[in-house]
C-alpha cells in the first residue's frame, strides 16, 4: 500500500469543467478500493460546493518567489478518499476556475504555483505521500518544487513524483517578465522550465517527474510526434522510457442507464424499451418533432478546436439535408456556438442546440441519442464515447487517442483522415447501418456490454507507483 497525495485543478462533484474533473472524481475512490490511501488537493474556488460538510483542518502559511499567503485546509472525505482545499480567497475565491468570460485570469501563474506549494506543505504537515501525482498544467510545479525542497525536508526526500497528461493542448505557458513570482528563476534553462523564451508548467512536470503518463496508449504514441506534440514531441521522445499510456475509465456509478437519475426511465441491454422511451422525452423536451424512425445523432463537448467541429461546420448543410436529427450541447469557442446556432435556426425541425453547460441534458442525450458524434482532431482519452457505449448510442468518432484505443467497427463507426469528407462518409455510413435494424441492435449491444470500469485502470497505476 502506498500514500498517495494527487494535486489537480478540478474534481468532480466539487469543480468541473471537463474531463478532468471525472478522472479525479473517480481514479482516487477506485484506488482506495484496491487499498492505497490517496489525498487529493486542489482549490476552494468560489464555485466549489461542499455543502457544509467541510472540516475546516488547518492554517498553512505559503510561500511563493517574494509572496506570502495564508490558507485554510478545508477537508472532506468522500469514499474513503480525503479531499483536502485549499481555501485562500484571494487566489481562488472567484466565479471561474481558470478564466471567465473566455479571458484568463491573469495571475494564473501564481494561483497555480501557490496550488503546488500548498500541497507541499500538506505533505509536510497533514499527509506524508509515498507518491506525488501531479495532473496536468495547473500541477506542473509540484515536481520542481519538490526537487527544489526536498534537500531541506528529510522527509519528502524519497518520494517519487507521477506526472499525467490528460491534454498536452494546455501547457501553463507564462510570460518570462512572471518567472520573480514563482522563485524558480534558477530553473529557466532549456532543459527545465523554458520553452522558446516562456515558462512552461507541464514541461517543467514532465521533465522533473520520475514517471509520465498519458490516459490512453495511442496518446502515449501520439504526442511523440511532431502532428500532435505541441512543440514538446522531442522532449516527450528523449523520455519515451519514463511515458505509459493508461485509459481512463468511465464512472458507472455516475453513468449508466440502469439507475441514471437524470431519466424518467432506466433501461439496460437486455430491456431496452427505456432507451427509445428517452428519445421521446428528449426530442419532445427540446421541441423537435417526435419522429422515431429518423436517427438522432447527439454531439455534448466543449467546443475547443481540440474537438473538431471545423469538420462539421464544412459539411454542415449536407448533414442536415441527410434523414436524421442533430442535438447539439456545448460551448466555448465563439465560432463553433454560432456555427451551431445558425444551423439550428435554418434547420429548426432537426437541428437543436443548447449554448451551455448542463449536467442533465447531458446524460439525457446520452440516454435519448442513437448516435453519438466525436471527430476530434486529438484525444488524449474522451470520456462520452465510453459513456455513449453504456447507454447504447453508437460512437461515431475520428481514429485518434482514447477513440482509437475505445472504440472499433464492432460498436461504432471511425474515419481516420482528418477531413469534412471523411466525417461525412462514416456519418452516411452509420446511417445506412441504421435501417438494418436487427443489426444495429447487436452493434448496440456490443458497445453496452464493453467493459470500461476504472478497476483495471487503478490497477495499473498501482503497479506504476509500486515499480517507483
Ligand atoms: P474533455 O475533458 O476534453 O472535455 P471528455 O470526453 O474527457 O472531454 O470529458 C467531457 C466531460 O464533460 C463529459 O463528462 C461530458 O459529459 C462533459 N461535458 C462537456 N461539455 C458539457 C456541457 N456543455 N454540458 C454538460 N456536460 C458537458
Ligand atoms: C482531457 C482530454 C480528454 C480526457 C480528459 C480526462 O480533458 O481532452 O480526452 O478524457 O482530459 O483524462
Avoid at 464555485?47 to 490558507?71: D, M, N, Q
Avoid at 432507451?275 to 421521446?280: E, G, N, V
Wanted: net charge neutral.
Amino acid at each position: 500500500m502506498s500514500r498517495v497525495l494527487m494535486v489537480t485543478a478540478e474534481a468532480t462533484p466539487f469543480v468541473k469543467t471537463g474531463g478532468l474533473a471525472d478522472v479525479l472524481g473517480a481514479l482516487p475512490p477506485a484506488l482506495a478500493g484496491i487499498g492505497e490511501e490517496v489525498c487529493v488537493v486542489m482549490p476552494r474556488y468560489g464555485s466549489t460546493s461542499l455543502r457544509g460538510e467541510e472540516r475546516i483542518l488547518h492554517e498553512l502559511p505559503l510561500t511563493v518567489g517574494p509572496h506570502t499567503f495564508t490558507a485554510a485546509i478545508d477537508e472532506v472525505q468522500r469514499e474513503g478518499v480525503r479531499y483536502l482545499f485549499v481555501d485562500c480567497p484571494l487566489l481562488y475565491g472567484r466565479g471561474g476556475v481558470y478564466n471567465e468570460g473566455g479571458v484568463d485570469y491573469p495571475d494564473n501563474h501564481l494561483r497555480f504555483a501557490a496550488l503546488n506549494q500548498a500541497a507541499l506543505e500538506i505533505a509536510r504537515s497533514i499527509f506524508t505521500p509515498d507518491i506525488f501525482h501531479a495532473h496536468d498544467w495547473p500541477a506542473g510545479l509540484l515536481a520542481p518544487y519538490l526537487r527544489e525542497t526536498r534537500a531541506a525536508d528529510s522527509s519528502l526526500q524519497s518520494a517519487k513524483c507521477v506526472m499525467t497528461i490528460h491534454n498536452l493542448g494546455y501547457q501553463g505557458l507564462f510570460p518570462r517578465s512572471q518567472l520573480g513570482d514563482i522563485g524558480l528563476s534558477r530553473l529557466f534553462h532549456p532543459e527545465g522550465l523554458e520553452f522558446w523564451g516562456q515558462i512552461n508548467y507541464l514541461k517543467a512536470g514532465i521533465v522533473w517527474s520520475d514517471a509520465v503518463t498519458t490516459v490512453s496508449p495511442a496518446y502515449a504514441q501520439e504526442i511523440q510526434t511532431p502532428e500532435y506534440g505541441f512543440g514538446l514531441d522531442g522532449v516527450l521522445r528523449a523520455r519515451a522510457a519514463k511515458i505509459t499510456g493508461i485509459l481512463n475509465g468511465a464512472d458507472y456509478a455516475e453513468w449508466n442507464p440502469e439507475h441514471d437519475p437524470h431519466l424518467r426511465r432506466r433501461y439496460s441491454a437486455r430491456n431496452l424499451s427505456g432507451k427509445r422511451f428517452a428519445k421521446q422525452a428528449l426530442l419532445k423536451e427540446l421541441g423537435l418533432p417526435l419522429n422515431l424512425k429518423r436517427p438522432l445523432i447527439g454531439i455534448v463537448s466543449r467546443f475547443a478546436d481540440q474537438k473538431g467541429f471545423d469538420l462539421v461546420a464544412e459539411v454542415a448543410d449536407q448533414l442536415a439535408a441527410e434523414d436524421l436529427a442533430l442535438v447539439v450541447l456545448g460551448s466555448g469557442e465563439r465560432r463553433f456556438e454560432s456555427m451551431f446556432r445558425a444551423l439550428a435556426h435554418s434547420h429548426p425541425a432537426k437541428v437543436y442546440a443548447r449554448i451551455g453547460y448542463d449536467n442533465g441534458l447531458a446524460h439525457r442525450i446520452e440516454a435519448g441519442a442513437d448516435m453519438f458524434l466525436m471527430p476530434s482532431r486529438y484525444e488524449p482519452c474522451g470520456l462520452s464515447q465510453l459513456y455513449s457505449l453504456r447507454y447504447g448510442t453508437v460512437p461515431i468518432v475520428r481514429a485518434t487517442g482514447g477513440l482509437e484505443d475505445t472504440v472499433d467497427e464492432s460498436t461504432g463507426f471511425k474515419f481516420h483522415d482528418y477531413s469534412a469528407d471523411a466525417l461525412l462518409d462514416s456519418v452516411q455510413r452509420a446511417l445506412a447501418a441504421w435501417q438494418d435494424r436487427k443489426s444495429w441492435l447487436e452493434r448496440m449491444r456490443r458497445g453496452m456490454a464493453r467493459d470500461f470500469s476504472w478497476e483495471a485502470s487503478a490497477a495499473a497505476y498501482q503497479r506504476l507507483y509500486r515499480s517507483l
